[in-house]
Structures are given as structure tokens and as C-alpha cells.
């Protein structure tokens, strides 16, 4: 329940808006709308927005979680700050994996955004598009060109403005005005806050240049090399779809209405329509004990509760595999074997290295062993938007393939999407970061992120319970392959090319804690693959959990997104993914959301 002060601040932000704003379900005036959307997440609120541009449509968004206006907002607005909007926040689902096999049987945290714009609020606002090649091939196992990059770029343009730095630095070279959008409702631009490691990544890129070329800009379709990090960040603060597409809809149209904190907790058959059952209502609860009410969307209703969710939704309402739904205790009525399964994930693994005490670096703040730098961060970030606070902490980022001729390729052949996917990624920050690792209390750091990303292993998750508030079972079944072992280790070795090029000389110094055995000069696969197994999390990507597919016997979802075997339900978000881009996927969600808006306003001549 929210509290007084919380009821009165959303009252203040959302005071002047058009369309509702609703808290609990009592407050609906009224059970019927156009379009429903599940979910007021990253792909929700494009489509939720999009559709209300029309004022003859009616739509209403269900949010199980709280507003990101509201207590700890901070957390979810000021960018630096983005890796705590997870943690023991109000602001993330809590969800775990189960035990896995090849990590020593670890649990690990599973990070999922419970708030107005779903994990587009909580994530750590990296910015990248996916290559060509991933694009190119949705299209064809989609069997629908509208998905290739040449289609796609119009879409990842719409979302987004691009943003010149508040910092006022120059960006020229840092990225390629061609290929960005200046007038959509994601803010996007490079760093607003040079760091000193900055010019050894460029120097690096120039010494050994056949490994880890610089590339202009990494959302051209062309992803493959080091280039300037893009976020997701406008004025100093996390642009989401709730602060870019949601609130902007709401606060300007009539016809679109808002209620958070309240659960979809399945969807009601209406009847039939083309010979399949139709799913035109959906129930609400706030709680396991309140009376659930019914909603019903006089078009259709579109699931965007994400890749765990939106499986979890359809499996409460009875549609799934069989077998999984039996043994949960709901009855099975329209069988869809693949839903849940082929979920994919990238996991990753942090390395640190120790540098120089007088240098120049964010511990101060992040380790907390000077909380006059907190404070003045804090200050200055009030003041006008600027500082470290302002940033994410990492201002490059690189993308990589196996060589041709590696042992891996050699042997498994190539799991990527096409010669411009990456298999692995790199990424430097200025200072110590993990997710999984203690934290030191002293000492200055470079950290560097390795990505397996173009992985084999495939998950599932499944309801486990016929309680919509009982957890879904979730497994990444990271490293259940050779092939993602051998690529891991070699992103491991790649990056201690890097850190050992001559531009680094004299700031790298040794390598931190446990990896010092991996970064050995004389380190086996045995000692990276030791590491491997004891820190791996994962990167937070769950995605292809109901695929679209063109053979209607495989996946979940047709080229328009259109759950097959019923009528009336449409996917829109990560779950429908073919296979997982070879990049960070937000920004490819949101093209794809702006694809599917396109689509459904066809659908209807809208
Ligand atoms: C910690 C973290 C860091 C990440 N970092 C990055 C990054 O730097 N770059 C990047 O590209 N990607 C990153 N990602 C991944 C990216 O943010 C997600 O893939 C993307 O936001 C998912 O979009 P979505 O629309 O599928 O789901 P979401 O944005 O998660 O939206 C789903 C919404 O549905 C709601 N919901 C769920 N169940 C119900 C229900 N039963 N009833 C009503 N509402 C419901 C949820 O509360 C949520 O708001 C990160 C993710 C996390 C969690
Ligand atoms: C997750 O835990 C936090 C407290 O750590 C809580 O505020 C939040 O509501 C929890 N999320 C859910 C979905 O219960
Ligand atoms: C499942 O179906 C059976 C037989 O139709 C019925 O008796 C039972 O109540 C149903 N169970 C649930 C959970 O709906
Ligand atoms: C740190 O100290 C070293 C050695 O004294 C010096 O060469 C370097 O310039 C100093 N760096 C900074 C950022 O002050
Ligand atoms: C922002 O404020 C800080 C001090 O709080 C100041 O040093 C800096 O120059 C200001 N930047 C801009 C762009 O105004
Ligand atoms: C690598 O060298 C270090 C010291 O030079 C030594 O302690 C370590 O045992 C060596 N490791 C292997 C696997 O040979």
C-alpha cells in the first residue's frame, strides 16, 4: 500500500495530467478499454503511448509495481546510482535462479524492474542496438523483412533525441549524427563526464589496433570494435520509457489511464474468434487475498510483462506445456510447447586491477572511503546535473569475435548471427565495480567487464505454483556448453591483451584478489575457468522466452507478435526475441516496440 506521503507527491507529479492516474483498482471508473497493456515496462509504455496518439483509442496500462517518482526515486534518476536501484530496493521483483550446475551450484540474484517503467528504470543504461547481422536474421527465422536493420534503423531513430553532453565536451569523433534520431522520446548521447583512463582506452585502440579497432559509433549496424559508450541518459538523469514515452502520454491525452501496484494474475477466455479460443479479459489483484477484478479490452490486450512474466502470465491462464502446467497444479487448455523454454541470458564476469593511489578514479565515492565525495557528487548533481553523478561510471565499450581460425570455431563452429555479431564484449570503468564480489574498503581500481555474447546454453522459466504471487522457477543454465566456456575464456585473455598494451604501462599495476591467478602470465584455462565458475552473474538480459517464429510449430508468437493458437493476445517485449542480440538489447526493445505499434495501429487503420 502507499503511503500518505507518497500519495500526495504522485497527486503533485501526475496533478496536471489528462488521462488517470490510479493506485488501486477501487479507483478504475471503468472495465473496458480499447487495448490493455500488461505491464507499464520498457516495451509497454512505447506501445501504450503510441496507440494513444490516436484520441478515438482507449488504453489502459496495468503496472504490478510502484511509480518512479515516488520513495527512493533518486535510485532510479540519477545515473551513477543505477546499480542500487536493484539491490534491497522497493524498485526490482527479487527473483533468484535455481542452483547452476556449472557455477558451483550458486543461486544467483535475478534483477527485474518492479516500478513504472519496468527494468528500463533499474538497468545500467548501456545503449547499444545489436549488430546488423542479429537484425538481418530475425528477419528471416521471423520469415518478415520488416525486422531487418534497414527497416529496423527508422524505428531506433524514432525513439530517441540524441543529447549533447552537460559536461559541453566536444563529441566529435565520439559518435555518428547520421544514424541517430532528434526527435524521439529516449534521451541518448555519450559521457558527460571524461574520465582519465579515457585516452589510454583510445591509445590502446591505436597499439594494437587488428585486436580492438575503434569504432566511430556502435549502434550504426556496424557494432564490432571499441567505441564511446552510449546511454540512455538526458540532462544528467536515466531516461526510461516511463519518463520518456509514459508520463508525457499521460499528462497530454484523455485517453490513456495508469494503475500501478496491482497485478495481472491471468487472462479470462471470452469466447472464440477464427475458429481459436479468444482471451479478451484479464483479472487485477493487489494482494494473494484481494477479490481479483476483471478487465476486458474490447480490441486486444498486449502482454509486455517481460521474459518472465509474460510466459508466467499465459501459463496461469492455462496456456503452456502441458506437462509443466500439470505438474503446477493449473489445467492445461491450449498447449504451447515452447513457451518458457530457449530462454537465453549473457553472463558476464568483473575482473578489477589495482592503479596508482594518486589516481584519478570514483573510489572515493563508490567504496565509500571519503563521504565528502558522496556529498559534493550529490551537490553538484543537484546543482546542475553534471559530475560522475551524471554518468555510469564507464566510457568505452568494445565489442569481438573469435578469431576464424580459433580452437573454439574450429571445433563447434560459429554460434554468432553472421561475421558482424560479436561472440564476446569488454567494457572499462573508472573505478571498482561488481555485482557478486565484496567490495574492498581502500584502494584505487580499473574494472573491466567480460560478456559472453552470443551463447548457446539455453534456459527455461515455469510456473512452479498456480499462485500468481508465488515466483516463477528461473534457469539461464549459464555455461551448460563447451562452446560458451571456451569463449568466455578467451574474452578473458583478450582482455588481458589489453590491459598488458604499452598504453597502460605504469596505471594497471596488478591485478585485484582472486583474478590475480587468471591474469598470471602463466595462468591455465584451469585458473580462468576456476574464476568462471565462482563469479559469474549474470548481465540481467532474459530474453526469447516466447519467440516469434515463422514455422507455426515452433516458438510462441507469429511475425506480427500475435500469440498463435489463440485470439486476441499480443507479446511486446524481450520474450519474443528469436535469439539474443550479440549487444545490450534495451535499445533493440524499443525499436521493436515502436515496430509493433506500427503494426498493430495497421491492424486496426489506425
Ligand atoms: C539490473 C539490470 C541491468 C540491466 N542493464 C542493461 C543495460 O545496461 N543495457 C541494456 O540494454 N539492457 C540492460 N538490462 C536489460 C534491459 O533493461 C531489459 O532487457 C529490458 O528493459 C526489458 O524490457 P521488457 O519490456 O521486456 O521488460 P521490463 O522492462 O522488465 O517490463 C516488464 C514490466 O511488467 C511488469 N509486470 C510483470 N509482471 C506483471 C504482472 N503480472 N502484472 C502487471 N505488471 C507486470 C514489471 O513490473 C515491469 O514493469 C538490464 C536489466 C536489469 C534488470
Ligand atoms: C523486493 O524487496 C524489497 C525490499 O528489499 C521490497 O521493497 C520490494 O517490494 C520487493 N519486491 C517485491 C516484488 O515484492
Ligand atoms: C481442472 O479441471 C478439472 C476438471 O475439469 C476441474 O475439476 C478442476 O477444478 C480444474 N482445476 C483448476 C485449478 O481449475
Ligand atoms: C601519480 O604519481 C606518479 C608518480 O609520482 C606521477 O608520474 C603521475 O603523474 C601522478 N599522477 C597523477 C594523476 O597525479
Ligand atoms: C556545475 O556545478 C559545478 C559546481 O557545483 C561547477 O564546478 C561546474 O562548472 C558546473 N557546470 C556547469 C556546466 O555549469
Ligand atoms: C605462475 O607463476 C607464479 C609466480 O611466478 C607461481 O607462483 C605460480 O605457481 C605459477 N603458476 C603456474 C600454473 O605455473
Not at 306 to 335: E, F, R
Amino acid at each position: 500500500m502507499i503511503s500518505l506521503t507518497q500519495a500526495t507527491l504522485l497527486s503533485v507529479l501526475f496533478g496536471s495530467a489528462l488521462g488517470a492516474f490510479y493506485t488501486d483498482p477501487s479507483q478504475l471508473t471503468k472495465k473496458t478499454y480499447d487495448f490493455i497493456v500488461v505491464g507499464g515496462g520498457t516495451a509497454g509504455n512505447v506501445v501504450a503511448a503510441r496507440l494513444s496518439e490516436n484520441p478515438s483509442v482507449s488504453v489502459l496500462v496495468v503496472e504490478a509495481g510502484v511509480s518512479n517518482t515516488g520513495y527512493r526515486s533518486e535510485l532510479v534518476t540519477i545515473p551513477f546510482l543505477g546499480p542500487q536501484a536493484s539491490v534491497n530496493s522497493p524498485f526490482d521483483w527479487n527473483y533468484t535462479t535455481v542452483p547452476q550446475a556449472a557455477l558451483n551450484n550458486q543461486v544467483l540474484p535475478y534483477y527485474r524492474g518492479y516500478v513504472l517503467g519496468g527494468s528500463s528504470s533499474t538497468n545500467f543504461l548501456t545503449w547499444t542496438r545489436g549488430a546488423k547481422d542479429d537484425w538481418d536474421k530475425y528477419a528471416t527465422l521471423i520469415g518478415d523483412s520488416s525486422y531487418s536493420w534497414n527497416n529496423m534503423l527508422k524505428y531506433f531513430k524514432k525513439s530517441e533525441t540524441w543529447q549533447h553532453p552537460v559536461d559541453g565536451h566536444s563529441t566529435a569523433g565520439q559518435y555518428n549524427p547520421a544514424v541517430h534520431g532528434t526527435n524521439g522520446p529516449i534521451g541518448v548521447g555519450v559521457t558527460p563526464q571524461l574520465f582519465p583512463i579515457d585516452s589510454r582506452v583510445i591509445k590502446t585502440t591505436q597499439q594494437l589496433s587488428s585486436e580492438f579497432p575503434f569504432n566511430l559509433d556502435q549502434n550504426s549496424g556496424k557494432l564490432l570494435g571499441v567505441g564511446w559508450l552510449q546511454s540512455d541518459v538526458k540532462d544528467g538523469a536515466r531516461s526510461s520509457s516511463a519518463t520518456g514515452y509514459l508520463t508525457p502520454a499521460v499528462n497530454s491525452r484523455k485517453n490513456i489511464d495508469v494503475l500501478i501496484q496491482t497485478r495481472v494474475t491471468k487472462l479470462v477466455r471470452t469466447g472464440t474468434s477464427g475458429g481459436l479460443p479468444e482471451y479478451k479479459s484479464l483479472q487485477i489483484a493487489q494482494t494473494p487475498t484481494s477479490n481479483p477484478i476483471t478487465l476486458t479490452a474490447k480490441k486486444e490486450i498486449i502482454l509486455s510483462a517481460g521474459s518472465i512474466n509474460s510466459p508466467q502470465i499465459l501459463m496461469l491462464s492455462g496456456i503452456g506445456d502441458p506437462s509443466t502446467l500439470k505438474k503446477a497444479g493449473v489445467n492445461a487448455t491450449v498447449s504451447v510447447p515452447d513457451l518458457g523454454k530457449n530462454l537465453q541470458d549473457h553472463p558476464l564476469i568483473f575482473a578489477q586491477w589495482h592503479v596508482p593511489d594518486n589516481a584519478s578514479t570514483f573510489d572515493p565515492i563508490s567504496l565509500n572511503e571519503d563521504p565528502n565525495a558522496l556529498t559534493n557528487a550529490l551537490a553538484q548533481w543537484t546543482a546542475n546535473r553534471t559530475g560522475v553523478l551524471s554518468s555510469i561510471g564507464s566510457n568505452h565499450i568494445g565489442f569481438f569475435r573469435l578469431p576464424d581460425n580459433s580452437p573454439v570455431i574450429k571445433k563447434y563452429g560459429d554460434k554468432s548471427a553472421g561475421p558482424g555479431s560479436a561472440h564476446y564484449e569488454l567494457a572499462w570503468q573508472n573505478g571498482f565495480v561488481s555485482v557478486g564480489q565484496p567490495f574492498p574498503t581502500s584502494g584505487k581500481y580499473i574494472s573491466n567487464i567480460h560478456v559472453l555474447n552470443a551463447p548457446t546454453s539455453r534456459g527455461y522459466i515455469a510456473i512452479n505454483s498456480a499462485d500468481p504471487f508465488k515466483a516463477p522457477t528461473i534457469d539461464p543454465n549459464f555455461f551448460s556448453t563447451d562452446f560458451d566456456l571456451q569463449t568466455m575464456i578467451y574474452a578473458v585473455r583478450s582482455a588481458q591483451r589489453f590491459i598488458r598494451a604499452q598504453a597502460w604501462s605504469g596505471y594497471a599495476l596488478s591485478a585485484y584478489s582472486d583474478s590475480a591467478a587468471m591474469f598470471a602470465p602463466n595462468s591455465t584455462d584451469a585458473d580462468v575457468i576456476a574464476y568462471i565458475r565462482k563469479w559469474t552473474q549474470s548481465i540481467k538480459h532474459p530474453m526469447c522466452t516466447a519467440a516469434a517464429n515463422k514455422d507455426s510449430s515452433k516458438g510462441v508468437v507469429d511475425a506480427n507478435l500475435k500469440v498463435r493458437k489463440i485470439s486476441g493476445v499480443r507479446i511486446v517485449d524481450a520474450s519474443v526475441f528469436p535469439f539474443i542480440p550479440s549487444s545490450h538489447p534495451v535499445a533493440g526493445i524499443y525499436g521493436l516496440a515502436e515496430l509493433a505499434s506500427d503494426k498493430i495501429k495497421s491492424a486496426y487503420g489506425l
